[in-house]
């Protein structure tokens, strides 16, 4: 799976939020990989386009503040149309 830049940037996404750079946190579970895969293709999109990325497994997540990032993208397995547990309790 490949994100195109282009795509991004014709959505007015250009890594500059008012002349400050963008940051954004991307976090995800995952079962068999899947969700993952995905998770690091979105990150990796996003920093093509010039935005400060971080890519976390929900697992390693500690503590996050909103005032850390622009925004947040959340990426979890679903069984029954819920979250993962631990989606959930992030």
């Excluded at 990989?33 to 386009?49: D, M, P, V």
Aim: charged share 25%; net charge positive.
């Amino acid at each position: 799976m490949r994100l195109q830049s282009h795509t991004l940037k014709s959505l007015g996404v250009d890594g500059v939020n008012g002349g400050m750079k963008m940051k954004g946190i991307v976090v995800y579970d995952t079962s068999y990989g899947n969700t993952k895969k995905i998770a690091e293709t979105i990150a990796e999109t996003l920093k093509e386009s010039g935005i400060e990325v971080d890519l976390f497994d929900v697992k390693d997540v500690k503590k996050l503040s909103a005032k850390d990032c622009n925004f947040l993208v959340l990426g979890s397995p679903t069984r029954f149309g819920t979250l993962s547990l631990q989606s959930e309790v992030f």
